[in-house]
């Protein structure tokens, strides 16, 4: 029988749930929308298919093992209940596209690109949607993929930033999304489009100023101060009625600080594109400006414009993580690695070494095991400060 704290509000179901009969109740991957939802499915007795069970019983013994390793109270290891991700199952054979997912989000930045330069063009509001429909299935084939490949290309080019930045902030606004309750998959769809399209109205100077290192011109602000609202006439122009896409897009700007829940739907959907726009533009270098490490981006998401914790900020990090796939980090053993996976915890990532601590660059990255003290990351590091070439389908490859 399925554990009833194992579901959670805002998650998908990682299996699919029967009754006792073997009749299916819900189907793998369904969101639990809110807390009736949740508590009408734990008031019945859920069933897990065997092999879904097997799963669930190693996840139980990892989560104790885990908790017995950081000497928890007996209390709370009586109480251990696995997380989602330590239900998550491993990659089947074949799943993962590991030579292919560079290059599948190297051809959707370009479709995107394509499609922001011309909002008047034909059929434009189907293309887009067209467009957040392939971002979604990449990004669920494995999210760590498109964070590593995502973050890295935004820390090293500056060249079409306004297509690639769109596509991060969609990526990162989405995974940030399913750490809130109450936000339905319909409302996550208006979310991904909102992101994409939020910049709309000037794709074209935001590529020209990531390029410029003079101060914006009195006529590029006026510019980039009118553009939410220009953004919202040309989406309607182009035939787009849904209100939550086209509110989030003329608040993505101001939307306000604090509780998600006392939020309306615009308002919770435009800030968490605000955040991640935060997020991912502090990651980004500039002609006249560099990157900031995912440590300091991830700093800059988490507080808020009174500089206090904001909820959004701690979504994001939920879902990514204080160092995301990408990112580059620093070890206690005085080595440099990347991250190519989210770990179980927010700093404990898995980090390929590519560094030593002498400064030189190894032949070949080296998996390192960030939950043992001597190999524990203690930072980001700025890309501009290591010059190395990763090889991205080898980093994929290593997990």
């Known amino acids: 029988m399925l554990p009833p704290d194992v579901l959670r509000v805002g998650c998908p179901t990682l299996f699919a749930l029967r009754d006792k009969t073997g009749c299916l109740l819900v189907p793998k991957g369904t969101m639990v929308a809110d807390n009736e939802q949740l508590q009408q499915l734990v008031s019945r007795e859920l069933y897990v298919d065997e092999q879904d069970g097997d799963a669930l019983r190693r996840a139980m013994a990892g989560k104790v093992h885990e908790l017995l390793r950081g000497n928890e109270l007996l209390g709370r290891i009586a109480q251990a209940t696995p997380d989602a991700s330590d239900l998550l199952p491993p990659p089947a054979a074949g799943r993962r596209r590991l030579d292919d997912a560079p290059t599948d989000w190297s051809n959707l930045q370009v479709r995107l690109g394509a499609v922001l330069r011309d909002p008047g063009q034909p059929d434009f509001a189907n293309r887009l949607m067209a467009l957040q429909k392939t971002m979604f299935d990449q990004l669920n084939s494995d999210p760590d993929d498109a964070l590593l490949v995502l973050v890295h290309a935004a820390t090293q080019d500056y060249r079409d930033y306004s297509a690639h930045h769109a596509l991060l902030v969609a990526v990162v606004a989405e995974l940030a999304s399913r750490h809130v309750a109450g936000i339905t998959p319909a409302q996550r769809q208006s979310l991904r489009l ?72 615009a308002a919770r959907t435009a800030r968490l594109i605000r955040r991640a726009d935060v997020f991912a533009a502090r990651m980004s270098p500039r002609r006249g400006r560099l990157a900031m490490s995912a440590t300091a981006a991830a700093k800059a998401a988490y507080l808020d414009e009174n500089n206090r914790p904001d909820e959004a900020g701690s979504a994001i990090i939920k879902a990514v993580g204080l160092y995301p796939p990408g990112s580059l980090v620093k070890l206690a053993n005085g080595e440099t690695g990347v991250v190519i996976r989210r770990g179980r915890r927010a700093n404990a990532p898995t980090v390929a070494c590519i560094v030593n601590p002498a400064g030189t660059v190894l032949a070949a990255p080296a998996l390192r095991q960030t939950h043992l003290p001597a190999q524990a990351v203690t930072g980001g590091v700025a890309p501009h400060e290591v010059k190395v070439r990763l090889n991205l389908q080898r980093l994929l490859q290593m997990t």
């Open 194 to 265: 909102a992101a994409l399209s939020m910049n709309v109205a000037m794709s074209a100077l935001q590529n020209q100023l990531a390029q410029q290192s003079a101060p914006l011109t009195p006529a590029q602000r006026a510019e980039v101060d009118s553009h939410p609202a220009r953004g919202v006439q040309a989406l309607r122009a182009a035939g787009v009625a849904d209100t939550l896409w086209l509110d989030a897009v003329a608040r993505h700007h101001d939307a306000p600080p604090g509780p998600l829940a006392a939020l309306e739907p």
